[in-house]
């Protein structure tokens, strides 16, 4: 499955539009993740705990769109991006969607 951000894919002919497919991914902080990432607070710095935590539910969001973009018979998926939001305290979605392709072999 090719992926792009652009609303092509360079060299290739788009055959058909098969329709938007999408994925997400809610995960929760943790007691462990918290407390470095409140210690990190006070003196500074990144915090590792939370980014790979987004980093992690980017991944499971896109696998997902993949998944949704296989079944519809998709070569590729354009246009893709990417939403966060905060669901509920202490929660966060990755929203990961684009538009499922046929390229022209």
Do not use: C, P, W
Request: charged share 25%; hydrophobic share 45%.
């Amino acid at each position: 499955m090719l992926l792009s951000t652009t609303d092509v894919v360079a060299g290739k002919v788009i055959e058909a539009t098969l329709g938007l497919v999408k994925g997400n991914s809610v995960q929760s902080r943790n007691i462990g993740r918290d407390m470095m990432a409140g210690l990190r607070n006070i003196v500074g710095g990144e915090m590792k705990e939370y980014a790979e935590m987004l980093v992690r539910s980017r991944e499971i969001a896109t696998h997902a769109m993949e998944e949704e973009a296989k079944r519809l018979g998709a070569d590729a998926i354009v246009a893709i991006r990417f939403s966060t939001s905060s669901v509920m305290d202490g929660t966060s979605e990755v929203l990961a969607y684009g538009t499922a392709v046929k390229l022209k072999i």
